[in-house]
């Protein structure tokens, strides 16, 4: 449920913009079409889902993805964060 909820926000907070980040939150259906890359994963004590969302997206870039849906996440002491990477 920890899992679901923390996707949830992630995916709701897709809508704000972190500067000139090229990596863009997509979901299953919208990766459908593009070829993955690899994983990423970012973890730490503490941080919000705008953090973890914004940790998320600068690995993305520095790996030169195009974009980024999030697998696995979970929040509670402690984050961490799996998103499959595609070009």
Do not use: C
Not at 20 to 38: K, P, R
Not at 67 to 83: C, D, G, K, L, S
């Amino acid at each position: 449920m920890k899992i679901t909820k923390a996707i949830v926000a992630l995916t709701l907070l897709s809508a704000f913009s972190y500067g000139a980040s090229a990596a863009e939150l997509i979901n299953s259906e919208q990766a459908q079409n593009l070829q993955a890359v690899g994983t990423i994963t970012v973890s730490g004590v503490a941080g919000t889902p705008m953090d973890i969302r914004q940790q998320l997206n600068q690995k993305a870039n520095d790996q030169g993805a195009s974009a980024y849906r999030v697998i696995e996440a979970n929040i509670n002491n402690t984050y961490h964060a799996t998103a499959e990477i595609y070009k």
